[in-house]
């Protein structure tokens, strides 16, 4: 029951090759053969290497780790579209049966200023933790925790702060930003936080610290054209974006320090 | 192998006093390091997972100086973040008569009462701590609509007392302890070292001094030394190549360590878990799971008839083996892991399994989705059952899963006293990476309990102990002893390099996969696993005589990575062979096929080895020697395990 109408595929890669971030990188073309549309695309990937390998060639250097979905570290342009072409998925949940035989695939790292490429397909995403390091956090110690059930949630808060925290970090919406923004992984913390009670005390210190450092760190700004929700694996909403800058607004006017 | 046994006590450490006292007491009875000197202290801790990340922010947030290391670009991505069903704690708020003590009895049962019982009773006692603190992190954990914290059920447990975030538990523990972990580096009490791949410990008098690890960006090896090393490095399921781990998690940190003088105990306790998504192609790199909460309301079972070839939605009610509810009434489809894989591979073995291998069971929601409606089943599972259709391409809502057992959980792990610490003094072991609390098979959501718990509620109290207790010479990296652990890392990278055989990393892995998968898997006999240890042997000459790598040690290179871990692998899977070689009993995730009664199930063997096995290294090449740290059992009764 696994699409058997699909036939195996011959590809053309066309892939971004970078020895190291002060050099220049180029493109270069691989020819694929006999790829079951039942791989995963990193699986796609890992033949290649070691095609590679074998040729005296050095591998492709691609960031991936739990290759389900899940721990944000696998990323690249494929096509043009921050992890290719399907919808709510990440790299290496992405699989073959998407591609078709004969087809081209150009893969490229996230392209931003604050991403810096490390080789190939690596970047560097500090700076996301630096964000978080900023303020996206609740300042509580461990052992001063209250009963959990001390602070009654509703539901519909519980869920929208999950919907936000749900964000795996991998940089796809700066990716896919012809801004490089990172407003959609910042506004996913933010709102994360200000939906729930334990939040509300650092509201307004947490907004202006992560924004400010957000732009610190060289990513563009928000033009709200939604690309980054459209590319987003973990399916973000651009209204968490709103809800920081209404967040932000307010601090603005009301902050006193 | 021959191995040399020697009955040697390890001291454990354990308080005296009764089993709800101890550790009231051990905390009574710790020095303290006052405020003040706190900061004389510096403090590596290793892996940035739960265990890793709540240490080094707890440590931090006392006053410690805290350097914490992650292979990862991010100490966010530790493999903890993959943990999809849930964390236990005996809060008892469904008032379905939870307690410590039933956690607690549970957990030591469902370990097949192979652990020892005061840190598995002390992993309870805090158990409800854990949730307290995650919930003022702001953890989004699942609510009832009046605000109040929701439960659902996990295997092995006839209460409900596992909390959960959908089904990404994992991810929100993790993300809530990199929070704290991040807040403490912006306070300057934590200094992160990513993409650093830890390659040795340092002992100097005896004491864990410090660390050798290498800048997987630029090759550099760096020497760091601290007052106390923690080692948050998760566990080895990885030796079988495919596992439900993350591709980069790895034995070397701990198996160095073991080197130096750590002891290993219970390799031999791999769990394997039984709902994950089946082996696909030769080209397969992982294995998905997916989570054990799915069997609260997925059916498991096979055709009747060995020939019915018929697509599942034509299989009539009366055609059906619902094996795990026929053989374990009282439990139904929630028995424990490793009762539920056993089951799986019974009936495929038999003839009964399903999909194009054979090798795969039906996990069906149709009766749920009929009772509870589409809506409710997708609030409470929909990213595994899209995880699911992403990765099969076909829809769970209207086809039962296809699932067949995966290597998941190492229970094994170095061993550890009460304190957590091993014996290299000052060496903390934390999290999977230890061998405490789950004995010879870990129930589900129960990791995530321990991750936390060792992190934020012991290790802060242990480890200010040694610092307080023992008195530590200055040392720093000039110290001659980090040159030399330097070089002895380089020089093995050099060796790597210079082999230029003819076989990928990923080739011999595969190979190692095979052979601890076949002889080392759910089920073992003492034939088979002879033959691995002679063919791991070989396979280990193989790799050093032909491994092709390419590049330089002196720049990002993956290959060389895999390769460092992929030698240890090679080591390490003897000693796990040998492990369970030696264990001439089942107990737990590990079934040997001469110790099982009539209807297959597990044969214990109290009396000759209910004790935690502590392999320690005596050299390249040389026999490990064994010591037995005999487990006691007060509180719960010895018995026979029956999930009937």
Redesign the interface.
Known sequence: ???PAKKRLSLHLRIWRQ??TDEAGEFRDYQLQDI?P???F??ML??LN?QL??Q????V?F???????????CGMMINGQAHGP?H??TTC?L?M?HFNDGDTIIIEPWRARAFPV??DL?V???A??RI???G??????????????A?????QH??G??DA??C??CGACVAACKNASAMLFTAAKVS??VQ?P??APERTKRVLAMINQHDEEGFGACTNTSECEAACPAAVSVSHIARLNREYLKAMLTATD | MSTATEHQNLDARVPDGPIDQKWTRCKNEMKLVSPNNKRKYDIIVVGTGLAGA?AA??LG?LGYNVKAFCY??????A?S??AQGGINAA?N?PNDGDSVWRLFYDTVKGGDFRARESNVYRLAEVS??I???C????V??????????ANRTFGGAQVSRTFY??G?T???LL?GA???L??Q??AGKVE?F?RREMLDLVVVEGNARGIVCRNM?TGEIETHAAHAVLLCTGGYGNAYYLS?N???CNVTAAWRCHKRGAYFANPCYTQIHPTCIPV??A????L??MSESLRNDGRVWVPKDVNDSR?PSEIPEEDRDYYLERRYPAFGNMVPRDVASRAAKERCDAGFGVGETGLAVYLDFKLAIAEQGRDAIEAKYGNLF??YK?????DPYQ?PMRIYPAVHYAMGGLWVDYHLESTVPGLFVLGEANFSDHGANRLGASALMQGLADG??VA?YTVGHHLASRSLSSVTTAHPKFKEIAVEARNRIERLLSVNGNR?T??IHRQLGQIMWDNCGMARNAQGLAAAIEQIRNLRDEFWQNV?I??TGE??N??LEHAGRLADFLEFGELLAQDALHREESCGGHFREEHQTEDNEARRDDEHFCYAAAWEFQGDDTDEKLHKEPLRFNEVELTTRSYK
């Open positions: 029951m696994t699409n020895s190291r079951s039942d791989m995963s990193l699986e890992d033949i070691q390998i074998e005296g060639e050095a591998p250097a960031d991936h780790d739990c290759r389900e979905g899940i721990c944000g570290t399907d709510e998925t949940q699989h049966r490390l080789r690596i560097n995403r500090s996301f933790d978080i390091q900023a996206g956090y609740v300042s509580i110690k461990t052992g001063q925790a209250p009963e959990g059930n602070n009654l949630i509703p539901q519980q869920e702060s999950l925290a749900a795996i970090g994360h936080f729930l334990q939040g | 709540s922010a707890s947030e990862q670009d991010s100490p966010r991505r493999h973040i993959a809060k708020y409800g701590n949730i307290d603190q919930v003022a992190q702001g989004p954990f699942a609510r009832e609509y009046g605000g109040t914290l975030c959908r990404q994992g991810q929100q993300l990199y929070s704290a991040m807040r580096v912006a992160l990513p960006v439900t993350a591709k980069g696909k192609g080209y397969q790199s992982k998905t799971l697509p899209h995880m992403k990765i099969t391409d076909e086809v934020y509620f802060p990928t990923d080739d092709k390419l590049g720049e990002l993956q290959s």
